[in-house]
């Protein structure tokens, strides 16, 4: 339940974040969002690019939308997926 709360902020992050694109907020507002955005691009890209070079050579391929979905949902993705993936021992 938590994670889907976490997904769900995380879409209205992205949305506001976006909406400044489409529709730009005033000017000193402008620049804050644009800086957020592309600080929210750089960290999600690495967070993906670092699990796919820790993965092991023997562990299945992600897939694009499994990517997709991390990318943008950060690390309430990376948890459900961990819990899929590497159960409790």
């Given at each position: 339940m938590w994670l889907n709360i976490g997904r769900l902020l995380m879409l209205f992050v992205w949305?506001?974040?976006?909406?400044?694109v489409?529709?730009?907020?005033?000017?000193?507002?402008?620049?804050?969002v644009n800086v957020a955005l592309f600080f929210m691009v750089i960290?999600?890209?690495?967070?993906?690019?670092?699990l796919r070079a820790t993965q092991p050579k023997d562990a299945p391929k992600l897939s694009g939308l499994t990517q997709a979905k991390i990318?943008?949902?950060?690390?309430?993705?990376?948890?459900a997926w961990q819990k899929k993936h590497y159960p409790k021992q």
């Open positions: 949305a506001f974040l976006l909406l400044n489409v529709h730009p907020f005033p000017k000193p507002l402008t620049y804050f960290m999600h890209g690495l967070q993906l690019v670092l990318f943008f949902f950060g690390v309430f993705e990376l948890l």
